[in-house]
């Protein structure tokens, strides 16, 4: 069965700290998704990147980096000279490649409540 | 509108009583998805939605939840004689997987339901 476990419930930094956002999964697919969603006090939900289970290159945009590793089952997320405008809940979510070539309903994580103050 | 449209917006109503939540997804996604968020909360599958595929409902908490997507579009989400546990906000998102699609969420901005 598919399980994502974030295992901070609250992180709170200072500006320009770096912070990094664990994230664990379990699936038993070779093939998978991966995302991270951000949701700001306003409440929607903000898409902040998706991996497959087949690019194990980390990505860099901006201040935000994921260090995706296959080998402990983590897609971890960290903010680089954090802002207050960071401060927001961050969701890791894990999606199975279906049998019709489309995605499986993404699983969230409990998610990460950071906050950045000034 | 180009996004997921969900009504209504909020939604009060006594112990009991049914509610009807809508989704409209964004025109031409295959996939259409409902979560619910209860306060302070992650993000609880409900149902998922994908083409003309059986829907995955292995989410849904009870009896008294049921969804429908009609035609391929709309998506009402129905909760049968409310209970006090069912108040939070109903998330509807919708996306397109494959042909080069990030199989990305566009989420609605949620139904907010309180039962008295």
């Known amino acids: 069965a598919q399980k994502v476990t974030q295992a901070q419930t609250e992180i709170s930094v200072v500006e320009k700290e770096d912070v990094t956002l664990d994230c664990v999964y379990e699936?038993?697919?070779?093939?998978?998704?991966l995302f991270w969603y951000k949701q700001p006090p306003s409440g929607e939900l903000v898409f902040l990147i998706r991996?497959?289970?087949?690019?194990?290159q980390n990505e860099i945009s901006g201040r935000y980096s994921w260090n995706f590793q296959k080998s402990t089952s983590s897609f971890n997320f960290t903010i680089t000279a954090s802002q207050v405008v960071d401060s927001a809940v961050y969701f890791c979510a894990l999606s199975d490649f279906g049998v019709n070539q489309a995605g499986t309903a993404l699983i969230f994580g409990k998610g990460t409540t950071l906050s950045v103050s000034s | 509108g180009a996004g997921v449209s969900q009504s209504p917006s909020n939604k009060v109503t006594e112990k009991g009583k049914d509610v009807e939540l809508r989704c409209d997804p964004i025109s031409g996604h295959t996939a259409l998805y409902w979560y619910r968020q209860s306060l302070g909360q992650g993000l609880e599958f409900l149902i998922y939605f994908q083409g003309n595929s059986a829907p995955d409902k292995s989410g849904l908490p009870s009896d008294r939840f049921s969804a429908e997507r009609t035609g391929g579009s709309v998506s009402t989400l129905t909760i049968q004689r409310t209970q006090q546990e069912d108040s939070a906000v109903y998330l509807c998102a919708s996306s397109l997987w494959g042909q080069g699609n990030t199989g990305e969420l566009f989420f609605g901005e949620g139904s907010r339901l309180t039962v008295l």
């Open positions: 699936t038993r697919d070779t093939t998978y998704y």
């Open positions: 991996r497959n289970s087949f690019d194990e």
